[in-house]
């Protein structure tokens, strides 16, 4: 099975821009999850979708955004973005809804860079 | 609510070595718990997990974990390690609605 795929992996883009992207799960998997990666904070979770319906919201603006398709794969938009949104995007994927013996699998990552 | 504590931010090690990285949680329900880990540039791959049973759990790369519900502690540990195993080691709980991570525990092994 192939695993969880995330596009684009690298990024660059300047303040008050837009950006979305992109993850497909593993197959058969209805579940995907967000994540921001940064040095200072660590893994912080961003919201969840499953079956279409968006689960859990982390906290962050509403700048930040997704959605899931019908096939499960999601994607999340950052509106006006501002420097510090640079980070790495990590998507993960699970059979059912996050949580409790959920076992997450991860893709490699959008690294966003905004100057 | 939960939170993991990774005691440690950077472990240095001899190859060869032993290591333990610790790992705290709290939690006010039942939880499973999770060990990831991440290679330079990559995303975070499944190390091993706890979810009921026998609590010393078996993983991939010859790591365990033992899991002490006493101490509400779930520390991960590898009799030998190899300059392979230089990476960031998280540490995660899941007791509700989602999983929470640790801030992460490098470990850097030399020779």
């Known amino acids: 099975k192939a695993g969880v795929t995330q596009t684009p992996r690298y990024l660059i883009k300047t303040r008050g821009q837009q950006v979305t992207l992109s993850c497909s799960p593993i197959?058969?998997?209805?579940?995907v999850s967000w994540y921001q990666q940064t040095p200072g904070q660590g893994l912080q979770f961003l919201f969840e979708y499953f079956s279409e319906t968006q689960r859990n919201k982390g906290n962050f603006p509403g700048r930040f955004s997704g959605r899931q398709f019908s096939n499960s794969r999601s994607e999340m938009n950052v509106s006006t973005l501002e420097l510090g949104d640079s980070a790495l995007y990590l998507c993960a994927s699970s059979l059912g809804p996050s949580g409790r013996a959920e076992t997450q699998y991860f893709g490699p990552g959008t690294r966003l860079l905004v100057l | 609510a939960q939170s993991v504590t990774q005691l440690d931010s950077q472990v240095p090690v001899f190859e060869e070595a032993p290591v333990e990285l610790r790992c705290n949680y709290s939690s006010s329900v039942s939880v499973y718990l999770f060990w990831y880990v991440q290679y330079p540039n990559q995303g975070l791959q499944l190390l091993l997990k706890y979810l009921s049973g026998s609590t010393l759990v078996k993983g991939i790369n010859g790591f365990e974990a033992e899991f002490n519900k006493s101490q509400t502690s779930f520390h991960l540990r590898k009799p030998s390690v190899h300059i392979s195993d230089t990476a960031e080691y998280f540490c995660a709980v899941s007791g509700g609605s989602t999983l929470t991570f640790g801030k992460g525990t490098m470990l850097l092994v030399s020779p």
């Open positions: 197959s058969g998997h209805r579940s």
